[in-house]
């Protein structure tokens, strides 16, 4: 996440890099190193890895089980963005680096009640900005529970990564003039879709810019989820919300300066519900029309019909 500038999802103010650093330079796959080798480079790893010892930290004191995920999938490993998938060649096969591992984490959950992982997403966007790499780290939880349960286990673990980064990196956050520790005090604020959108005046259906992302959690004061998305615009297995089925059981959590840094959901346990929905995605209506049939989703579909558990999850952006 490097311009001429660095930018940080723990409440990072912009800060001036020693050494000229573009993004450019960090797509050029020639002297990469050269790419990496700074002082300013060196503290972002510390924080990194303090971040992530925060993260091992919070699931491992509440009963998380570390799974890991495969690094080629079909095209179940996309997140709905069929069009951004990094294809490969597997002994004669079409594979795909993954963009996620929620349903090899939602596999789990008949054997586990909780399971987490950090996988690498791939994503071939051919707009990379301060906020979007085409490869980065991720933060997936999927655990047994419903909506009452998957907002506070986010927050959880934030705060457990930003209060690991604070007692072991405060200088290095100084030096970045970063207000992390404001993240640490109170909780973080909620408000749904339908009211979020009436604030920007917005229409129904509409998908917020960066420039809402930050206009709404500006007004917060604080970390902020934004709850209960129509369906249309969400991925096909979150949970169609049983009192109004405009909308599923989804959040999104928006930080300051980065924006959006996690998306979760309720997962649909309804297996008629989970096919209608496939079918009706965007996603499915692409992938159609490349000859790809339904029987390529068959393993998870499977699952729920099998093993119909309510349960629910997150991807939290870690670079």
């Not at 050029?28 to 480079?41: A, G, Q």
């Not at 209608?276 to 499915?284: A, D, E, G, H, V």
Request: proline share 3%; glycine share 6%; aromatic share 10%.
């Amino acid at each position: 996440m490097f311009n001429n500038k660095i930018k940080n999802a723990l409440f990072c103010k912009s800060v001036e890099v020693a050494e000229e650093m573009s993004l450019e330079a960090l797509k050029n796959l020639e002297n990469r190193f050269e790419s990496i080798c700074s002082r300013e480079v060196a503290a972002l790893d510390r924080v990194n890895a303090a971040l992530m010892a925060g993260a091992y930290e919070y699931f491992l004191g509440n009963g998380f089980v570390w799974v890991e995920t495969p690094m080629l999938t079909r095209v179940t490993g996309s997140c709905e963005n069929v069009d951004t998938l990094y294809s490969v060649q597997h002994f004669g096969t079409q594979a795909y680096l993954p963009q996620t591992g929620q349903l090899y984490l939602e596999a789990k959950i008949p054997l586990h009640d909780k399971v987490w992982t950090v996988m690498t997403s791939s994503r071939a966007e051919p707009c990379t900005d301060h906020r979007h790499l085409n490869q980065f780290s991720l933060v997936e939880f999927e655990r047994r529970g419903d909506f009452s349960v998957l907002l506070p286990t986010i927050e959880g673990v934030v705060k457990s990564m930003v209060s690991s980064a604070v007692k072991k990196c405060g200088d290095e956050l100084n030096s970045f003039n970063s207000s992390a520790k404001e993240c640490l005090k109170g909780g973080f604020a909620r408000m749904t879709y339908e009211k979020a959108v009436g604030k920007l005046g917005l229409e129904w259906g509409d998908d917020f810019k960066h420039e809402h992302e930050l206009a709404l959690v500006n007004e917060a004061g604080r970390p902020l989820f934004i709850t209960h998305y129509p369906q249309e615009i969400k991925f096909f297995n979150m949970r169609l919300n049983r009192e109004d089925d405009r909308v599923v059981n989804s959040a999104d959590l928006i930080m300051p300066f980065s924006g959006e840094s996690a998306g979760s959901a309720e997962r649909e346990d309804d297996y008629d519900v989970l096919v209608k929905r496939l079918k009706q995605s965007r996603m499915f209506s692409i992938l159609s029309q490349r000859g790809v049939s339904i029987n390529e989703f068959n393993d998870y579909l499977n699952l729920v019909r099998n093993h119909r558990l309510l349960h629910c999850g997150a991807g939290i952006g870690f670079n």
